[in-house]
DNA sequence: CAGTGGTCTAGACCACTGG
DNA sequence: CAGTGGTCTAGACCACTGC
């Protein structure tokens, strides 16, 4: 670049831009902009490296600083993972570190090393028409194909969380009880592999409910047992709504851990 | 600084080192380290300013660049506040935009703002000494002496969440019920101001739960009300434990919210 | 207007990884 | 050893605040 401080009209020129850019915005930003799409894309897949912070900082025209900093918040929001020395690369759900990243169910004993991988019982799969509710929740019209999924995790034998999955019918087309109870690892790894939709963020509603008798029964509990129900949105890029997810969790022998700062 | 590239060396040989300096630290960790120190210091109070970031380079004798990277991380962890134009801030939980950050219960029907302020009616406020338990959480010894504190929080005339804290008394001395509920704004607001504690970060385990009859009684629900068990550590700087607290929360109106990324 | 934090660059060197 | 991310600097300019 012939300037020494190109303007960032360099690049918003390269861009659509709509209705005169009325707000400000950092180099940095519309860098991290651009790779976001490339990621959404499906450049480059999850697991695999990004291209280094040179070549980026090429091809964007801009200094490595900037490169470097677009992708220090991509880090900071887990899209991606930086690993000195070797690159940085599209997160995954498969990943040993991060795995089980939205679960935050954890044993009273401690770490979940000593507990093992959990069990899944998958009792059902099927195609069905939406509900409203769960039409609004995912951003599609009612009676639109979803699949819904119940299954059960236990923990050492012992049926730990039943909940159901509601997903857009169009993303997870021929998603089967086999698929959902056979695949190694975390389910979120399974969208990933097998259906292309990568989970980037969630938020979770928690309350405390009694289980109905069906309920009571799947976990093999009491119905005056108190139960915590999880109430999951899960987002893929752009903030799209993928998942709904309802959830009893037991806690007599782990509980809910959360983190405030 | 005469060399172009101080040696991290120049720093670290001016603080203490213990046993030959094994991991590396680049030195905005140890610019952040210093910072840190100042703060827990209480050289600069909860609302003010510190130096800004030149004063601090001249201070340290390291470029802006480096005090900027130690402050941005410090920021991140919401030890301090940036004002752009203005200069940065010590972090206070008696500010508007982040009061009420620990407290994750919110109403069903959207946000804090139309529910208003929380009406605090405090129960009991004695001192005790602490059990094995409480000793061991706030990494005391049993039967030093603790501050107890029971107190109901009501939203909107409905009682909504029972809580007990647990405080070591050599920090909370004098602590008064008349103080505990009389403050105006969040109680961390007033361990600030009172007693110079500032909470900085907590854990907290979520359980489901019947209330025994007492409790029942001033939650004003029957026995059989599922409710949310929250047990909340709180800390310091330095990750010193300085609040162990049990609250239980009704979820009949409310839930508790959390963002997974 | 001066002072603050925020952005951007260019270049040097360090730490880590793998061939 | 070359290539990656990580640190550090020095200097320029921008955006925002308040006097």
Redesign the interface.
């Known amino acids: 670049m012939a300037t020494p401080h190109p303007s960032q009209a360099d690049l918003a020129a390269s861009e659509p831009t709509l209705a005169a850019t009325p707000a400000f915005s950092p180099l940095y930003q519309q860098i991290k902009e651009l790779i976001l799409q490339s990621l959404e894309a499906g450049e480059w897949k999850p697991g695999e490296a990004i291209p280094s912070e040179n070549e980026l900082a090429a091809r964007f025209r801009v200094s490595q600083g900037t490169v470097r900093k677009a992708i220090d918040e991509l880090a ?3 899209l991606v993972i930086r690993r000195q020395g070797k690159g940085t690369f599209v997160a995954t759900h498969s990943e040993q570190q991060v795995r089980y ?2 679960l ?1 169910l954890m044993p009273d004993s401690g770490d979940r090393e000593t507990e093992g991988p959990a069990q899944r019982t998958v009792l059902e799969c099927k195609r069905v028409r939406a509900s409203a509710e769960v039409a609004r929740a995912l951003a599609l019209r009612s009676g639109d194909a979803v699949i819904q999924v119940r299954r059960v995790l236990s923990f050492g034998g012992v049926p730990t969380i039943l909940e159901d999955l509601w997903l857009p019918g169009n993303a997870f087309k021929g998603l089967s009880a086999e698929q959902a109870e056979g695949w190694q690892g975390p389910t979120y790894a399974m969208f990933e592999n097998e259906f292309g939709v990568r989970m ?11 289980p109905d008798a069906q309920q009571a029964a799947l976990l093999k509990v009491s119905q ?1 047992t ?3 129900s999880v109430e ?1 949105m899960a987002f893929t890029y752009n903030d799209v709504p993928m998942e709904l997810r309802r959830g009893l ?1 037991r ?1 007599d022998t782990h ?7």
Do not use: D, G
């Not at 980037?200 to 009694?210: F, T, W």
């Open positions: 900071a929001e887990n990243r939205f935050k980037v963020r969630a938020e979770e509603k928690i309350r405390a409910v009694l005056q108190p139960l915590l999951r969790y806690t509980h809910y851990r959360n983190e405030l700062s």
